[in-house]
Every structure is written in C-alpha cells, then in structure tokens.
C-alpha cells in the first residue's frame, strides 16, 4: 500500500509557496460520518425563509435545497447536542466584516443545544492601538512583550471584545422570522445569555534567556467547575485572554494557549479555530481530513525552518512521534500521558506547571509572534495546536475559514464540512495485516464462523489472503480485521470478514474499520465496493449499501460464488471527495 512521496507545500496568503518533503501515506479522506447525499459544498447557509412565486410554501429548487439540507444535517444536529466545544476566534476574525456572521451561527448552534467555550484573539487590535499611539508592538517567538504601554492597549482590546461579543449574541434570533409561528410573547424569552468573568488564573511568563517579557503571562489555572456552571444554565461563556495572578494584577496571555488549555481542562468534545483562510491541497482543493500521525508527520518536517513547529516536538516528544511515523501502533503514552498531565493539573486547581514551575515555558500551547504573523509557514501554527489538544484528549479539532459565510454549519451539518479536521482516534491502530496478527484475527472470525455468518477459511486459506486484510490493534490484541478484494478491471471491490471481537463490539470498531476500506478502496482509484452476507445486511444497509442482482458482481467472482449458501448481493458507489488526496501534497493558505 505505499504510496509516492510527493513534494508538499506550505502558503500563506502573505508568502510564496515553499517545498516540504513528506513521508507516504492513504490519501486523506475525511472520515464518513453516516451516509448521505446530495452535498452542497462551498455555499453559504441562510437562516431565512424560502418563498416562491404561486404561494409554494417552500416549493422550488431553494425549498428542496433547504429540505435537503435539514434532512443532511438530521444526524449531526442530534450527535452534537449537549456537546461541548471550545471555539478559539482568530484575532483576524474578530477585526474583520465577518465576526457578525460567525457569531450569528454560534448562537444558532447554541439553540440547537450546543454549549460554547469562546476565547477571542486580541493581537490585531493590540497592534493597531499601539500603532496609533505612536508604539511599536514586540515579540519573541511565540509571545507578545506586554510593556506598560502594550498592556494598556491589550485591557482596552479585550474589554471592546469582550463587550462587542456580548452584544453581538444577547438578541437572540430575529423576531420577524418568529412573528408568523405563534403568539409574539412567546418569544421573547429566546435570547442567548452571555457569561464571563474571571475564569483564568496565570502567572508571569518572567525573565526567559534574558529577555523580560513583563506584563506578558502564562495559564496557570482554568476555573472549570465555574465555567461548567456557566454552560448548564444554558449561557455561552466567554474566556478573555486576560488573566488574574494571585498577587492581583492583569497579565496578557497567549490567545492560543488559553484555547487549547480551555479544551484540554473542560475535556471539550472539540476545539474549532475560526481564522482567514483555509488548508487547500497542491490543486487547490481543500483538505478536509488529516489524522493525527499525517498532522505530526508535517509539523515534524518543518521543525527545522518553524520555531512553533519545533516547540510542539518538545511538547509532545519526538520519541513518540518517530515511534508513531515507524508504524509502530502502541498508543503514543508517553505523549498522552505528558498532555494530559497539564489538563489533570488545571482540573485539579493547580494549573499546568503544578505549583512547581516543573512545566515552565510549556503551558498549554501557545502560537503567534512573527512567524504567525508573516504566515510564513502558512497555516503551520494552527495545526501544531490541533494536534497537540487531539494528543492531550479532545478528539476532534476543526480549522474553519471565518471569511466563508455559512462555514461553520457546513462544516459541522455536512459530511465532509467546509474546513479541515484533524482526529486522533478515527484510524489510530488500523493497519495492513502481518504474519503476526494470524492468531488474533483467527480468534475474533471463529464465533462468527462457527454460527455460520462467515465462510470458514482454512489456516492457508487465510496466509493466502492476509496481504488483503486490515486490522485493528488496541494495546498488543487484534480487536477488529476485515478485507478487501479489488477487481481493478470493473473498479470494484469486494469487502469481506468485517470482525469485531466480543468485547468491543458497539463502540464504533466496526465503522471506522469500514471507513479504512473505502479510503483504501479510493486510493486504488476503485469506485464501488461490494459484498455478499446471510446475516448482516442491515447494518450494511445503514451504511450506505443497497442490495443488487448477482449481474452486478464481477464476473471473475461470480464464477466462485457458492450459491448453496443463498447469499445476498449488495454494493454501494463511493463517493470520490474533495480531500481525497495525498496529505503530504497540500498547501496550507
């Protein structure tokens, strides 16, 4: 299954493309979510009535198109609610023409029963005062130095933030919309609430390789149980970058480092950058899925040319990564372990450096500085905090381009989104099978084969095909194995032996093994897979595949077709997507 190693490529808007050898890999393709069709990509999303000529109620090409939206997002809007996401609002966002459009979408979503965590940036605003009043801005690496003066702008900028935000949200929906469904007063009760406060405690970043960097701090604690208050009384929380040390002063903290310390203390189900562009592939097309090991495997490339890149490998351990790069599938522990360490910490009151300055200088993860304001590395910063919170727990991490309208909803209503996500646990451990892993797949196939499900296959049978076989290893033991048959001629494919052992069956082993499959099948350039079954055509049904005449097989399988065992036939048609490319092949803008 290797794959060429292509040249990747690193833009930002306000740099020239430079080239990035990266290593070879699946094409990333962003994981099915459940099946579904009719996607409209790229479009903005209106939250308005459709109207047509002859009084349709909604009939017409907009009407169908907003049937077919709702009837898209269905699984999502009921999979997010209760979830709770930390949004991190780029400081390019926030000073921009689209800061109204993207918190209009927040407050839907937050009427839709999802709980907001929003850390805006400040940086673009510090600057600009401190431009105006005749002050140059200064930083070292990844850290603004917040003199008196630097310190000064950044309290105005977080209060005119913090404050336009809470204006922003407090109405609610608009009441026209609402006037034609019921009595007028009932209404009047949908407004979103608003809280902030004091939730960060930090502590001064103080004297690093001589540098002073003053009033500049470091998170030093999240007030998660006060927070938590703040969502299940239904309010969206707003955290400033300003935080309180203990000795009662203001200190101006990395915007990044409290988002990705929010994420990791409150356990958030995502954290969502919001910035001014998008991660697009060397076709100009955007990535809509990178797994964590391709997102470690860029950074790590660039660590050399990329102070922020480097710091993430001190962060997360470069042992663990080149571990992770070798195909070796341990989970990376000592990585996790040392992550979450800060989350315990801040959890427990403590703060990440636990008292003790033991973590001092690697409080969450903080990005900025030059390099992030040159974009000379692109959209690099971005993804280094990404995969350093999916290291520390959060399972999913989205990088969003707030100037698109609408792309927040698409990116989470519809299957492949509008942004880029980064995951750790959607392929972690799914691999091609060895020698080695004959027993434990033997083991998990044998119940179902001793019932009849599957065809029983000798010892050879298996060796014969194992170079066929995918599996799932989870700390040493084969949890999952299925296999895939391509029949290049008729870019087909046929899917077999799909297995979870007892243990872990209903907890999604199955859905991301099948998800592999069509990711390899894709990247064979097969465009439709196949599979016969007595037993278990349900749960393909549900996944997309549709029962079909035995014509439909290819005819070099149909000529082994035992038909005494009265098998089904069903096959689906993939579906070719926008990342499905190599995401060591990309641009990031």
Known sequence: MATSAPVARLAGKASQPKALAAAN????????????????????????????????????????????????????????????????????????????????????????????????????????????????????GQYRITDSDSLEAAMEAAGRIRLTIEAKLSPGPPMLNLRRHGVIGRWHGLVDNIASGNFLGAKRRGVVNGIDFA???????????????????????????????????????????????????????????????????????????????????????????????????????????????????????????????????????????????IYSGEQGFAIGGEERLGRSNGYLSELAAAAYVCHGGVQRVHIIDGTADGSLLLELFTRDGAGTMIARDVYEGTRMATTEDLPGIRKIIRPLEDSGVLVRRTDAEFLEALDSFYVVERDGSIIACAALFPFPEEKSGEVAAIAVSEECRGKGQGDKLLDYIEKVALSLGLEKLFLLTTRTADWFVRRGFSECSIESIPEQRRKRINLSRGSKYYIKQLQPKHAGVMANNFVIR
């Not at 958030?268 to 797994?291: N, P, W």
């Open 25 to 140: 890999g699946l094409p990333s393709v962003r994981p099915r979510r459940v099946a579904v069709t009719n996607r409209r990509r790229g479009r903005g999303v209106r939250c308005c009535a459709f109207s047509s000529s002859g009084g349709g109620g909604g009939r017409g090409v907009a009407g169908e198109e907003f049937v077919g939206f709702f009837r898209e997002a269905w699984p999502y809007i009921r999979g997010h609610r209760g979830s709770t996401f930390v949004v991190v609002l780029s400081s390019e966002v926030v000073s921009g023409p689209h800061l109204d459009r993207v918190l209009q979408d927040i407050s839907l979503l937050h009427g839709l029963g999802i709980k907001f965590v929003l850390v805006p940036g400040t940086h673009v605003q510090i600057d600009k005062l401190l431009s105006e009043r005749g002050k140059k801005a200064k930083y070292v």
């Open 215 to 357: 009033f500049t701090g470091e998170v030093k604690k999240i007030d998660v149980s006060r927070i938590r208050e703040r969502l299940d009384s239904d309010s969206i929380v707003v955290v400033s970058n300003m935080g309180y040390s203990s000795s009662g002063e203001v200190l101006n903290c990395n915007t990044y480092e409290v988002a990705t310390a929010c994420a990791l203390a409150m356990e958030a189900d995502k954290l969502i950058c919001i910035v001014d562009g998008q991660i697009f592939d060397e076709h100009g097309r955007v990535i809509h899925f990178m797994s964590i090991e391709e997102a470690d495997l860029l950074i790590r490339k660039r660590a050399k040319q990329s102070d922020i890149a480097a710091n993430y490998v001190k962060a997360v351990g470069e042992e663990v990564i080149n571990s992770m790069h070798r195909g070796d599938n341990k989970p990376s522990l000592n990585a996790r372990a040392h992550v979450n360490g800060y989350a315990a910490s801040f959890q427990n009151g403590l703060g990440f450096n636990n008292g003790n300055g």
